[in-house]
């Protein structure tokens, strides 16, 4: 069965870092195309970043470009999300997401991936 497994996650301090990973196994992780969400209570899930099969391509929401990064490391099956500067309202569920995808494409919707994790809590403090 195909399994997403976020972890990483923890408190932190206003302007710190951290990095969350994404470990997939069931599946040819390099065929697919890797994405990472986030909730917080009371709000729709939102779309961070993506990332291409092949790591050449990447796509980030306004919100955190600049302070977040994501890679992978197919022969390790893990995608990343380095996380930098976080702020208070970085506070939420991380999910990664995997979405069979062409080569060089990075997937934007929630209905576009076909396998999710359950999630690493991430709480940033003042």
């Known amino acids: 069965q195909v399994q997403l497994v976020e972890s990483g996650g923890g408190s932190v301090e206003a302007g710190d870092s951290l990095r969350v990973s994404c470990a997939a196994s069931g599946m040819t992780f390099s065929n697919y195309a890797m994405g990472w969400f986030r909730q917080a209570p009371g709000k729709e899930r939102e779309f961070l970043g993506g990332i291409s099969r092949g790591g050449g391509s990447s796509r980030y929401q306004d919100s955190v470009k600049g302070r977040f990064a994501i890679s992978r490391d197919n022969a390790k099956n893990t995608v990343y999300l380095q996380m930098n500067s976080l702020k208070p309202e970085d506070t939420a569920v991380y999910y990664c997401?995997?979405?069979?995808?062409?080569?060089?494409?990075?997937?934007?919707?929630?209905?576009?991936?076909?396998?999710w994790g359950r999630g690493t809590q991430v709480t940033v403090s003042s």
């Open positions: 997401a995997a979405a069979a995808s062409p080569p060089y494409v990075v997937r934007e919707r929630q209905s576009q991936y076909d396998y």
